[in-house]
Structures are given as C-alpha cells and as structure tokens.
C-alpha cells in the first residue's frame, strides 16, 4: 500500500511564502512522478504543478507560473511546492499525487495519478 502524506499547510497573508512537502513511502525501490493539485470550496481540483520521476520535466498552472516551484528528492521520496507572492485567490486544500506509470503529458490531469494524500489546507488572507 502506497502512502503519500502532504505537509505544510497554514494561514499566511497576501504576497507571503509558503513551502508545502510530500512524502511517499509503502513501495520500496518505486520512484513515481509527483504532482499537486488544488481545491477551492465550491469549486473542481485544480491542477497546480507536477514534476516528472527524475526531475528533468515540470509543468505548471498558468496561474502559479513564476510564482510557484516544485522539486523533488528522490533519495527522501519527497517533493515539495515552493509558493510565494502568494495571493487569496490560491487559498484551497493542497492534494500531493504520485503516479506510478504513464507518459509526461498525463500529469497535469487528475486522472494520471494513482495515488492521492489527504490534502493540506492553505488559506491566504487579504
């Protein structure tokens, strides 16, 4: 069984940074590609950012472009999302997703994924 636990969520003001981690553990050897997505109150999840398994291939929403980064440590089977000039707009829970197979282009869809977190809530006040 594949776990994958988000981290560092919280509340911040508009125009802070906030840096969110996720591990993967259950699967010895397994390195997957990562991706996070994003959910308002009300509304579908979103598609965030997503990171290739060897880290040479990233992709992002056009709304956190230039603002957001995600990298990985496939020795810690961890990813995080660095997050700055953040905005109210971003405010949402955070979902951390490992995919086990597929090609690079599958990432920036939900449905590319095999495995999901439980979400961290990220909440920026203006």
């Known amino acids: 069984q594949v776990q994958v636990v988000e981290s560092g969520g919280g509340l911040v003001q508009t125009g802070d940074s906030l840096r969110l981690s996720c591990a993967t553990s259950?699967?010895?050897?397994?390195?997957?590609?990562m991706g996070w997505f994003r959910q308002a109150p009300g509304k579908e999840r979103d598609f965030v950012a997503a990171?290739?398994?060897?880290?040479?291939?990233?992709f992002y929403a056009d709304s956190v472009k230039g603002r957001f980064t995600i990298s990985r440590s496939n020795a810690a089977n961890t990813v995080q999302l660095q997050m700055n000039s953040l905005q109210p707009e971003d405010t949402a829970v955070y979902f951390c997703?490992?995919?086990?197979?597929?090609?690079?282009?599958?990432?920036?869809?939900?449905?590319?994924?095999?495995?999901w977190g439980q979400g961290t809530q990220v909440t920026v006040s203006s």
């Open positions: 997703a490992a995919a086990a197979f597929g090609p690079s282009t599958a990432l920036m869809k939900a449905v590319g994924y095999d495995y």
């Open positions: 259950g699967r010895a050897g397994t390195t997957y590609a």
């Open positions: 990171i290739n398994w060897s880290g040479s291939e990233t």
